[in-house]
């Protein structure tokens, strides 16, 4: 895979490839009446009994309405699935803490490790990765002190001065003028694969926006979905990152759509803020 190719829709750089049985019924239909025959007539019974039944059917409809309610939980049957609870949101509030413009502080749990993975993943998947001094800033706010200089210098290695050229940016990870670089990574969910010790594993989903935005760009913006995975590590206060890899998809297909032009695109991307993701 070249180097133009691990980027756009991903965070690129330091991410490799990852290295009820049913019982049907059959109704079968009622004779059909005669319409020509003599309706048969009901026998009529007696008043006495009328008032009996209507009593009885009256008492069990008023015990029935008394022991109904809407709070107790039903009992789900063995061929019942579980809910889906864990596409659900915690409720949890974001964190208001920033390391180096990166959410921190989050709590020592399964949720804290999502949010960390899912917050870790949107600035390292951002644009600031191809400005040297930004990406540095961004490393140091999320990786562990056990790998962050092996975090730091593969990084270095892939935001190359020859990437940022083959893309069509500056040496400082710009766009040139009349353009907008887009490098934006969106979190669609998070999920816990282990998580004991001390340290998680964190599947994070995402869509990508990546491309420059201009009448002849070579590179206009495009959308890719990936799934970023993260090891984290509890440091004593905070999650941090130890290792990342990234694969391809899932990918939905894609709808239909009209295509934004560019100047729509770039002014979107200017004009629409990110997010603080809380699990």
Sequence with gaps: MSNEDQYGGGVGSGYGEVGGTGQTRTRLP???????????????????????????????????????????PTTPSADTPPAPASTQATGTRPVDGKNG???????????G???????????LGSDGMFNTQRRHAIVDAVADDSTRAKLQ???????????????????????????????????????????ANGTASVDVWCIGLFGLTGEK??????????????????????????ETAQ?????????????????????AVTEFGGFTYAR
């Design 30 to 72: 009622d004779a059909p009446a005669d319409p020509y025959g003599t309706p048969r007539r009901t026998p009529r019974a007696s008043r006495g009994l009328v008032t009996v039944v209507g009593v009885v059917v009256l008492l069990i409809a008023a015990i029935a309405f008394a022991n109904q309610s809407g709070d107790t």
């Design 101 to 111: 413009g990166v959410p921190s502080g989050f709590a020592q749990d399964e949720q």
């Design 113 to 123: 490790a999502q949010s960390a993975a899912s917050n870790y993943a949107v600035s």
């Design 153 to 195: 210098a593969g990084f270095d290695a892939d935001y190359s001065a020859g990437l940022l050229s083959q893309i069509g940016l500056t040496k400082d990870g710009l766009a040139p003028a009349g353009y907008t670089f887009v490098n934006r990574t969106v979190p669609v969910g998070a999920k816990v694969k282990n998580f």
């Design 217 to 242: 760009s070579t590179r206009p913006v495009t959308s890719g979905w990936f799934t970023l995975s993260l090891n984290l590590k509890w440091n004593g206060s905070d999650w941090k990152v130890v």
């Design 247 to 267: 694969k391809d998809g899932p990918t939905p297909v894609t709808g239909d759509n009209p295509v934004s032009t560019s100047d729509e695109i770039g002014k």
